[in-house]
């Protein structure tokens, strides 16, 4: 955002662009935390066994864990669309 301003840019137009890159991140970001919040931080009976299926997703590479912890660590944008499933955080609190 800072260069679209120092280039000149005033008008809503000019900064669609970026607010359209930085929904997109920040979709990233926020279900990237609900992972983590799922696993650790949700009040559940069965947080242990959350915690410790993430654990294990991790230890094996699971791609799509890998993939979104990588992400939440080199950047949102290295998250691809295929990556953010709501059923992931039906899987973990299933544990």
Known sequence: MRDLILDGARGLDAFLP???ER???MTR????ADIVGVAYAE??????ARR?????EIADGNPEI???MIGSFAGPELVSDDLLRPDLLD????Q
């Not at 410790?52 to 294990?56: G, V, W």
């Open 23 to 25: 929904m997109a991140r």
């Open 66 to 68: 890998m993939g979104l």
């Open 18 to 20: 970026y607010g359209q």
């Open 91 to 94: 899987r973990i609190r299933t």
């Open 43 to 48: 009040d559940a009976e069965n947080r242990a």
């Open 29 to 32: 970001l926020r279900f990237i």
């Open 52 to 56: 410790a299926f993430l654990a294990r």
